[in-house]
């Protein structure tokens, strides 16, 4: 089965940026959908960022204009930059394979990795 191993998360400042890798364990080339995940504690996974590979995008609202999702087909890797980091950006973030709609695929969670933002 087809792994995913989230890293690059970390503590930093209100303002600053991390960039997080999710390498896949096989090609994803002819994945359609993935997606970034995000859960705080106390609240509901939400999607975060998602990237066809055609080349569309789709952002929550709270992120747009700081964070961006690029796939890298060559390495086997969906990128999430995230820039301008708030507090609120804090919880785990995951990646995913998705349907159309970017409902995620409960069988391909990995661990994750944790941002946290200080103010």
């Known amino acids: 089965q087809v792994q995913l191993v989230e890293s690059g998360g970390g503590l930093v400042q209100a303002g600053g940026s991390l960039r997080l890798a999710c390498v896949a364990s096989?090609?994803?080339?002819?994945?359609?959908?993935m997606g970034w995940y995000r859960q705080a504690p106390g609240k509901q996974r939400e999607l975060v960022a998602g990237?066809?590979?055609?080349?569309?995008?789709r952002y929550a609202d709270s992120v747009k204009g700081r964070f961006t999702i690029f796939r890298d087909h060559a390495k086997n890797t969906v990128f999430l930059q995230m820039n301008n980091l708030k507090p609120e950006d804090t919880a785990v973030y995951h990646c995913?394979?998705?349907?159309?709609?970017?409902?995620?695929?409960?069988?391909?969670w990995g661990q994750g990795t944790q941002v946290t933002v200080s103010s």
């Open positions: 995913n394979f998705a349907l159309s709609n970017y409902e995620p695929i409960d069988d391909f």
């Open positions: 096989e090609s994803i080339s002819n994945i359609y959908a």
């Open positions: 990237a066809t590979n055609t080349g569309t995008t």
